[in-house]
């Protein structure tokens, strides 16, 4: 199976930076796009940032200026860079890999989660 490893939450004062990375690894096919989604209590589960295997990267408006994702493909890990966090960032941030030849055909598998807090 397919794991993925989250880490680089915690609490942060605003203002602050944290940097998320997400590793993968076991056995999967081709990588369709990389990506992080938080959800705060009470609230869905949205969009942060995604980087496709081509292509351009997405970002959510709330985050975007903010937040840079990246990957290093040869350690199949992708990187959430979070500067001037703010008391709204705080969530739990899942790591998102979709794997598949094309958009018909992807299977999305999701991290466990990791928590960011930023509080003062």
């Known amino acids: 199976q397919v794991q993925l490893v989250e880490s680089g939450g915690g609490l942060v004062q605003p203002g602050g930076s944290l940097r998320l990375s997400c590793a993968a690894s076991g056995s999967f096919s081709n990588i369709y796009l990389r990506g992080w989604y938080r959800q705060a209590p009470g609230k869905q589960r949205e969009l942060v940032a995604t980087?496709?295997?081509?292509?351009?990267?997405n970002y959510a408006d709330s985050v975007k200026g903010r937040f840079t994702i990246s990957r290093d493909n040869a350690k199949n890990t992708v990187y959430l860079q979070m500067d001037s966090l703010k008391p709204e960032d705080t969530a739990v941030y899942y790591c998102l890999l979709r794997t598949g030849a094309n958009w018909r055909a992807v299977t999305d598998i999701w991290g466990q989660g990791t928590q960011v807090t930023v509080s003062s």
């Open positions: 980087i496709p295997a081509v292509g351009t990267t």
